[in-house]
């Protein structure tokens, strides 16, 4: 679909914040519509509803970061005629808001709630190693997908759960599937699963993935782990990890001498510092596991038992760092010397590669 065809709307020059109501003091004062998600269902099932639309239909190369940007663009230019906005998703978006904002109008604070709410469930999806984590959720969750699409999706989704620890049960919670029009309504949160004992033990990393910790900014984050994180272990790797995907491996650090210092019996930070580095550097992972297994025997809280364990599967886990270190130099020597044997035309080296 184009701007030009078979839209109705490119014309306008009004703006959505014409259809939007003055804010208030009392509607200032809320500072999320997290928890309040059903009192805005209708703006909020109508945007996910269009961004799922668009991506099965439409364009099935969008990734979750064309999402972000439509969204930020339009909370921040919603005083611009709407025949303003040019991009496909955005009109789509736009579009259907309009019949809700004019029959039940919000403020222009709620509006930017609303917004930000989806941000933040798009956010609550990077913890998947895929760039589309969010808009094929989506699209699962509101019944887009075929039956095989559905059955691929599904594998996809548990595998990746599966290297983060999160149970079978908190699987089933957050591949909870349901017809478009329910999507948003009130349901309990342990309907459809069978194992509810599991889905409340102390330990639930599903449920931590859907709290109020992602609509913190990272400022809040790491001053909310400083003082709470020996009771989070889930979101002290959570938040570790994201730093290292964005390579931030200083703020990294930071976290780790403020919080050492102020919990210096906390190995499994030790451990996780450990993972975040097998890559960038094994040896300074390695002394990361050692720094964990010490801190652990010194415990007198660990039972025996689980120290014999951690020495031995962090022992295990040194072993082959240490053999990949020691095989990745060797393999680019020995590519090298390939190369001057016998030089490459450009076609050869590139089917090579």
Do not use: C
């Amino acid at each position: 679909m184009s701007p030009e065809e078979n839209n109705e709307i490119s014309d306008d020059e009004y703006s959505l914040s014409e259809l939007l109501l003055p804010n208030t003091p009392v509607v200032k004062e809320i500072k999320s519509i997290y928890e309040r998600e059903y009192e805005y269902s209708m703006y909020l099932s109508e945007i996910e509803f269009a961004i799922a639309e668009y991506y099965y239909k439409e364009n099935r190369s969008l990734k979750d970061n064309d999402v972000t940007y439509a969204l930020k663009n339009i909370k921040q230019k919603r005083d611009k005629p709407i025949s303003f906005f040019k991009k496909d998703l955005e009109i789509s978006i736009i579009e259907s808001l309009i019949e809700p904002l004019e029959e039940y109008p919000l403020t222009d604070h709620e509006f930017t709630l609303v917004i930000d709410y989806v941000l933040w469930v798009i956010d609550n999806r990077s913890w998947i190693p895929d760039k589309q984590a969010y808009v094929k959720w989506i699209a699962y969750v509101l019944g887009f997908f075929s039956n095989i699409e559905e059955g691929k999706y599904e594998r996809e989704f548990k595998r990746s759960a599966r290297k983060l620890g999160v149970s079978s049960a908190q699987v089933d919670m957050l591949l909870m599937k349901r017809d478009a029009e329910d999507f948003f309504e009130e349901r309990g949160i342990f309907e459809g699963i069978e194992d509810q004992a599991e889905l409340l033990d102390n330990d639930r990393t599903a449920d931590n993935l859907e709290t109020g910790f992602f609509l913190m900014n990272d400022d809040e984050k790491f001053d909310f782990l400083m003082n709470n994180g020996p009771d989070y272990i889930d979101l002290i790797q959570d938040y570790v990890l994201a730093l290292k995907i964005k390579g931030d491996f200083e703020k990294i650090q930071e976290f780790y001498k403020k919080f050492i210092e102020k919990h210096e019996d906390f190995f499994p930070l030790q451990f996780i510092m450990g993972t975040a580095y097998i890559d960038k550097d094994p040896a300074l992972a390695n002394s990361y596991f050692e720094a964990a297994v010490k801190t652990a025997e010194k415990s007198e809280v660990i039972p025996d038992e689980m120290k014999k364990v951690l020495r031995a599967d962090i022992n295990q886990l040194t072993k082959l760092v240490t053999e990949e270190s020691a095989e990745r130099p060797e393999e680019k020597t020995d590519e090298g010397k390939k190369g001057k044997k016998k030089p490459k035309t450009v076609k050869k080296t590139s089917k090579r590669s």
